[in-house]
């Protein structure tokens, strides 16, 4: 074990396999092609392959560089950064051939990551026929990534770059679009949205080992990454035995005039750690980007606070790999839903979903780090609300406020700042109050708790008092500890004027049972 975690360790930092040329054409990868945006204001990096040993040039206009080819055929050139603009045109030579993008913009990049919440495509939101009309914007450009899962890190994908435009957009990620087309609105420079995301998918296969400091705790999780291995090649020979079955089992029932049985399903490298990130993310690395939006949780829902160090761990290891230091990255709390209540969901406690809540929102610990909540846009009874353009709306808020400096712009909820306790009522001192709170249905405001020493909870009643929320409750005498919104269906009313929802807290560190 210790020899193989050697060897991937090496081929991982190393950054590993790398696509050879093919009989020494001088080759891209498939994210630089025509209708491209390019990172303003940073360096910018084009590589691919060419005839080993054989000089590369490379030229935006009066911006050229060149580099040699490596052993394997692999250059990579850095040209200086430039300002908003274009259109432009990237030629690459390199010896009797050449190669010419159009339709070049120099923007801001944005990579939109993570599970089905941020794969959900355009055309199935709420409004996305509209949103579609619309969408004839020159200046907003996208590139999807086509789903695949590596066992080591690869320098190419499957994708193209297109103009956002009635036939493009409706199947392009819906939160990406809202989120690009906002912010390509508000700062009229160019923007790029590379979307590379997979449904279903828990946040270990996207991460990189160098999320984890170096010891045990990175040692353990590349322990992880050897055992899925292991697991997927004893299914995959299962695999190859049922296969066989089904063959026989196939053809019997076709000659009886049977339905066939259904084919076996293909075991999956996307659940071993770090394999999508080897196959989705590395081969993005190292274009120049402006920032990250990402929308994923569900999978590791069981994972309850434990997931505090895996997501944490995914976005130190994408900023180390990036080397462009703690770029923004922003991310999506899930909206709620009753995972408890169906049972092949297998969350044993309306609790648990609470637990992630609280585990995303400890990635604000990181710099450059913001959440969007969406308490009020989920759908109890569908894991994917179609309500994609509030999601998409909050995270540009966010961006707008934090990255582009949008001075008074409101970007969050209200948030549980600290809270005092006063004979039998508990003070919550809100911040991020915008305008002022309120209760966005008039009504009283709802999904407090409250407890005692005991540690058991019950209803509490919540009123204003300035920027604070007073909580009381007849059951409970001396109170201890509130909770707000701490349930899976919790779609809490406490609001800022400018229609933010609060964020769900809990004053207390007690243990959640299972």
């Known amino acids: 074990m210790k020899n193989s975690l050697r060897i991937w360790r090496t081929v991982f930092l190393l950054g590993v396999i790398s696509t050879t040329s093919l009989h020494g054409e001088l080759r891209l990868p498939a994210l630089f092609t025509d209708h491209m945006v390019l990172q303003r204001g940073e360096p910018i990096r084009i590589w691919g392959w060419a005839e080993p040993g054989e000089e590369v040039s490379v030229g935006i206009g009066d911006n050229k560089t060149e580099d040699i080819s490596d052993e394997r055929g692999y250059w990579s050139a850095v040209l200086p950064p430039m300002e908003a603009g274009g259109p432009y045109e990237i030629e690459i030579t390199g010896g009797s051939e050449?190669?010419?993008?159009?339709?070049?913009?120099v923007g801001d990049v944005w990579v939109c990551s993570g599970q089905s919440n941020m794969f959900w495509k355009l055309k199935q939101s709420d409004n996305g026929a509209i949103a579609i009309r619309d969408s004839n914007i020159p200046e907003l450009r996208l590139f999807s990534v086509e789903r695949n899962a590596t066992r080591y890190p690869v320098k190419d994908v499957i994708g193209h770059w297109s103009r956002s435009n009635p036939e493009t957009s409706p199947e392009f990620s819906a939160v990406a679009f809202y989120f690009g087309s906002e912010i390509q609105v508000e700062l009229g420079v160019p923007i790029g949205l590379i979307h590379s995301s997979w449904g279903g998918t828990r946040v270990e296969p996207w991460t990189p080992p160098t999320g984890y400091p170096e010891g045990e705790a990175r040692d353990g999780f590349l322990s992880t990454i050897e055992e899925g291995v292991g697991v997927?090649?004893?299914?995959?020979?299962?695999?190859?035995?049922?296969?066989?079955?089904?063959?026989?089992?196939?053809?019997?029932?076709?000659?009886?005039?049977?339905?066939?049985?259904?084919?076996?399903?293909?075991?999956?490298?996307?659940?071993?750690?770090?394999?999508?990130?080897?196959?989705?993310?590395?081969?993005?690395?190292?274009?120049?980007?402006?920032?990250?939006?990402?929308?994923?949780?569900?999978?590791?829902?069981?994972?309850?606070?434990?997931?505090?160090?895996?997501?944490?761990?995914?976005?130190?290891?994408?900023?180390?790999?990036?080397?462009?230091?703690?770029?923004?990255?922003?991310?999506?709390?899930?909206?709620?839903?009753?995972?408890?209540?169906?049972?092949?969901?297998?969350?044993?406690?309306?609790?648990?979903?609470?637990?992630?809540?609280?585990?995303?929102?400890?990635a604000l610990i990181l710099p450059n780090t913001g959440m969007a909540t969406i308490t009020d846009v989920g759908n109890l009874n569908n894991i994917h609300p179609t309500n994609k353009q509030t999601v998409g709306h909050r995270l540009g808020q966010l961006a707008l406020a934090k990255t582009y400096g949008r001075v008074g712009?409101?970007?969050?909820?209200?948030?549980?700042?600290?809270?005092?306790?006063?004979?039998?009522?508990?003070?919550?001192?809100?911040?991020?109050?915008g305008r002022g709170l309120i209760s966005r249905d008039g009504k009283e405001l709802d999904w407090f708790e409250i407890a005692g020493a005991d540690q058991q909870f019950y209803p509490a009643k919540a009123k204003f008092e300035d920027n604070e929320v007073v909580v009381t409750s007849e059951k409970v005498e001396t109170p201890v500890a509130v909770r707000f919104g701490f349930h899976e269906s919790a779609e809490p009313n406490l609001f800022n004027r400018e229609g933010f929802p609060a964020v769900p807290f809990r004053t207390d560190s007690w243990e959640v049972p299972q």
């Open 409 to 433: 712009l409101v970007f969050s909820g209200p948030h549980y700042q600290s809270h005092r306790v006063e004979e039998d009522r508990v003070h919550i001192l809100i911040e991020n109050t």
């Open 232 to 362: 997927y090649e004893e299914s995959m020979q299962a695999y190859g035995n049922d296969l066989l079955n089904w063959e026989k089992a196939k053809t019997q029932a076709l000659l009886e005039g049977r339905q066939t049985p259904d084919k076996p399903r293909e075991p999956s490298l996307r659940r071993v750690s770090t394999n999508l990130y080897n196959a989705m993310i590395n081969p993005l690395v190292p274009f120049s980007i402006r920032g990250v939006i990402w929308y994923q949780g569900e999978a590791n829902r069981n994972d309850r606070l434990a997931y505090t160090e895996k997501f944490q761990a995914l976005i130190r290891g994408w900023r180390n790999v990036w080397g462009q230091g703690d770029f923004p990255f922003y991310f999506v709390q899930l909206a709620p839903f009753n995972h408890s209540l169906i049972p092949r969901v297998k969350t044993p406690s309306p609790l648990t979903l609470p637990l992630i809540w609280e585990a995303q929102e400890n």
């Open 98 to 105: 050449e190669i010419t993008r159009g339709d070049v913009l």
